[in-house]
């Protein structure tokens, strides 16, 4: 229970039609959660706007209200606080209902089109095996220490975010690391937080279904780093035609990382391996799990952030030699015949390449690379035919299938990825809309040796069909296919 004039600290308030002189049991912003006592944030969403559910909060209980324009008949009973942006409100009356908690430890935010759960987590595996109590809000999974909480959204409601930030104080974590989308920079659920770092990885094409423009998408990531205060660091990816866009008007501490470019911290493949790769980080050797250029950018990066977070190197290096990745991030398996399998997450243009390319440069001339992809439904769609496009730079057979085809029809979506196939490819690729008889096909399809590659869902374990979540998990299909005979 907090009193309500001391969580409106730093919040603009324009009007205030009551008396703030009350205490408030708990925050919402959607009215069926609210219970007598609550304050209730009308924010204006994507798909509805809190100012409709105003008098239904209040007849549930709601003590307070947060709005952006107020109600034309009002009760005395009722404060109501008139703000120019009640999203930005939701993320500061949040952090500050509970006691702040992004300033009592270290948080470090990733951000990028790919590879923010990969370097976040990475992170998270990092800093605990150099002997921290470390927290992880990430796509695949909320942490604190060794406890899992689902996790729901990239990055979760203000509400959410700082009661998990607030339990990670409890629990005694130094840092916590977590994704941050561009959906949650524009829709203010990071507002509030004290950010003691922050990381780019690279921005290509995806969400334009969200930010119409890729301009505005790169405007979203921007902001995150121009929020920024004179104590954090700004950790970019040189290499990206857009990393340094980052940093411009950012007031914190800039720091680059690169392959290819004079990055402060810089990085090269000495050796690749299907079980892993020979890094050179700042003239150190180190062998590591992980597989790929990508994978490479993504190790740099945790590398610069840890030592910006003054660690020392040799430690540094000698942890990063057992760290693991995320699950559905290039997961490998091996049928009892020889074909092998790879899980992952990737669901952009850019990541699919990345992918592929690096299978590419480690097969040899008689594997095949047979690929599985779909695009997901209610979601940017001018990126589905360049998926089927990259996917055919390095596949030798491509299956086009469904993802989470959402409240679309699977054909149509399909249709749209095979648009990216040129007329001379129609004889590599395969359409079957069922996703698990497209794996197993590409199964029938691979000889001892070959590569089937199963992208786009990695850890997902449900397919949305229609609003419904149904059971669905690529890898433990793979795995059942590679084991029926």
């Not at 997961?331 to 592929?356: C, Q, S």
Request: charged share 20%; glycine share 8%.
């Amino acid at each position: 229970m907090k009193n309500l004039k001391s969580i409106l600290h730093a919040i603009p308030v324009q009007e205030v039609v009551g008396q703030l002189d009350v205490e408030v049991v708990s925050l919402c912003f959607d009215s069926r959660q609210v219970v007598f006592g609550s304050l209730f944030i009308a924010v204006r969403g994507v798909h509805t706007d809190g100012h409709l559910f105003i008098e239904k909060a209040i007849a549930f209980g709601a003590r307070a209200v947060i709005v952006e324009e107020l109600p034309t008949e009002t009760l005395d009973s009722v404060v109501y606080i008139v703000v120019a942006d009640s999203a930005l409100a939701l993320g500061i009356v949040a952090s500050n209902f509970y006691d702040n908690p992004s300033k009592k430890l270290k948080l470090v935010g990733v951000t990028g089109t790919n590879g923010k759960t990969t370097v976040a987590t990475l992170l998270f595996q990092l800093f605990s095996e150099l002997g921290y109590h470390v927290g992880l809000l990430s796509t695949v999974q909320n942490q604190i220490g060794d406890r899992i909480i689902p996790a729901t959204h990239t990055t979760p409601d203000p509400i959410q975010l700082n009661h998990l930030l607030s339990e990670m104080v409890e629990e005694g974590c130094d840092y916590c690391f977590m994704e941050v989308s561009s959906h949650a920079v524009v829709q203010q659920r990071i507002a509030g937080l004290k950010f003691t770092g922050a990381i780019f990885t690279n921005i290509t094409h995806d969400h334009l279904d969200f930010h119409k423009t890729f301009s505005s998408y790169i405007k979203a990531k921007k902001k995150f780093f121009d929020d920024l205060d004179t104590a954090a660091f700004a950790l970019t990816n040189e290499d990206d035609r857009n990393g340094q866009v980052m940093l411009q008007n950012t007031f914190a501490y800039k720091k680059t990382y690169g392959l290819h470019s004079g990055a402060d911290f810089s990085a090269r493949i000495v050796e690749s391996h299907f079980d892993g790769m020979l890094m050179n980080i700042d003239g150190h050797d180190v062998w590591v799990k992980l597989v790929g250029g990508f994978n490479a950018y993504n190790l740099l990066a945790v590398y610069g952030a840890a030592i910006l977070l003054e660690q020392e190197t040799v430690r540094v290096l000698t942890a990063m030699s057992v760290l693991t990745g995320a699950e559905g991030r290039f997961e490998t398996m091996k049928a009892p015949n020889g074909v092998f399998g790879i899980v992952d997450y990737a669901h952009t243009p850019d990541a699919v390449e990345n992918v592929l390319q690096t299978i590419e440069k480690l097969r040899n001339e008689s594997q095949q690379i047979i690929t599985v992809l779909g695009c997901g439904g209610d979601r940017d769609k001018t990126k589905r035919p360049e998926m089927s496009q990259s996917a055919l730079r390095y596949s030798d057979r491509l299956i086009i299938t469904s993802d989470n085809p959402r409240t679309e029809d699977p054909l149509v979506i399909i249709k749209e990825m095979e648009a990216g196939v040129a007329p001379e490819q129609k004889s590599k690729v395969l359409s079957i809309a069922d996703r698990k008889e497209a794996i197993r096909v590409a199964y029938q399809l691979a000889k001892p040796g070959d590569i089937i590659v199963v992208a786009g869902k990695g850890h997902e374990k449900y397919q949305e069909v229609n609003g419904v979540r149904h059971h669905f998990d690529d890898k433990e299909i793979l795995e059942l296919t590679f084991n029926e005979e």
